[in-house]
């Protein structure tokens, strides 16, 4: 008598052949010569811890990754391989590597956008009966002396954009400052007049004395 968990199936196999998956329930098996091998077929987040690499520039990162995975082929999972999960750890090891190694540090940096599972990886998972699920990049780790060089880098850039803006809005102060001591110098009663404005928003007294005949 076997009891078999609603999340679980076992692959059945009489006198070393297959004989089925069994699913969820009590089963009852009469006679010598069976065996029976529990298979999971819980969601199960799966991780490929940090894998050094070097970019193309020669630059050694280290990047994870993450997918979420679960068994639907009990049969496959069984076997294909004695170590199913290590299968699969391998080919992300190889997609992980491959991939960072085409790439540069600055294209690695910028992020390793995963819009499905590639395909080696969803390859190595079918066979060992797993489908593979929200996969990707999980952290991309640089070495301190780039990441601080490169923090460096975006602070200069950044000050030197701050200085670039407030030279641009000195040089238009300085022309619309020439602007107008352009139309004051053409216009002298113009400029009377903003004299005694500017007098007569600071408290201050104007004179202006006309000429003598």
Same mark, same amino acid.
């Given at each position: 008598?076997?009891?078999?968990?609603?999340?679980?199936?076992?692959?059945?196999?009489?006198?070393?052949?297959?004989?089925?998956?069994?699913?969820?329930?009590?089963?009852?098996?009469?006679?010598?010569?069976?065996?029976?091998?529990?298979?999971?077929?819980?969601?199960?987040?799966?991780?490929?811890?940090?894998?050094?690499?070097?970019?193309?520039?020669?630059? &050694?990162?280290?990047? #994870?990754?993450? =997918?979420?995975? !679960?068994?639907?082929?009990? *049969? @496959?999972?069984?076997?294909?391989?004695?170590?199913?999960?290590?299968?699969?750890?391998?080919?992300?090891?190889?997609?992980?590597?491959?991939?960072?190694?085409?790439?540069?540090?600055?294209?690695?940096?910028?992020?390793?956008?995963?819009?499905?599972?590639?395909?080696?990886?969803?390859?190595?998972?079918?066979?060992?009966?797993?489908?593979?699920?929200?996969?990707?990049?999980?952290?991309?780790?640089?070495?301190?002396?780039?990441?601080?060089?490169?923090?460096?880098?975006?602070? &200069?850039?950044?000050? #030197?954009?701050? =200085?670039?803006? !407030?030279?641009?809005?000195? *040089? @238009?102060?300085?022309?619309?400052?020439?602007?107008?001591?352009?139309?004051?110098?053409?216009?002298?009663?113009?400029?009377?007049?903003?004299?005694?404005?500017?007098?007569?928003?600071?408290?201050?007294?104007?004179?202006?004395?006309?000429?003598?005949?």
């Amino acid at each position: 008598m076997v009891t078999v968990m609603p999340y679980e199936r076992y692959v059945h196999y009489r006198h070393g052949k297959l004989a089925g998956v069994i699913g969820p329930g009590k089963h009852r098996f009469w006679g010598l010569g069976h065996d029976l091998v529990p298979v999971d077929m819980r969601v199960e987040l799966f991780e490929v811890r940090p894998q050094e690499v070097p970019t193309s520039d020669g630059i &050694t990162v280290k990047v #994870s990754a993450a =997918a979420r995975t !679960q068994v639907v082929d009990p *049969v @496959a999972f069984n076997e294909f391989t004695d170590d199913p999960h290590g299968y699969l750890y391998d080919a992300i090891k190889t997609w992980i590597r491959t991939t960072v190694h085409g790439l540069t540090l600055d294209e690695v940096i910028a992020g390793i956008s995963v819009d499905e599972t590639p395909v080696d990886i969803a390859t190595a998972a079918a066979s060992v009966g797993i489908d593979i699920s929200d996969f990707g990049v999980r952290d991309i780790l640089v070495p301190g002396e780039i990441r601080r060089a490169t923090e460096d880098l975006v602070t &200069t850039r950044q000050r #030197s954009h701050i =200085a670039l803006e !407030q030279a641009r809005t000195d *040089v @238009a102060v300085l022309r619309a400052l020439a602007n107008s001591a352009k139309v004051l110098e053409d216009h002298p009663a113009l400029a009377a007049v903003r004299l005694a404005e500017t007098a007569a928003s600071h408290g201050g007294t104007v004179i202006i004395e006309r000429p003598t005949a």
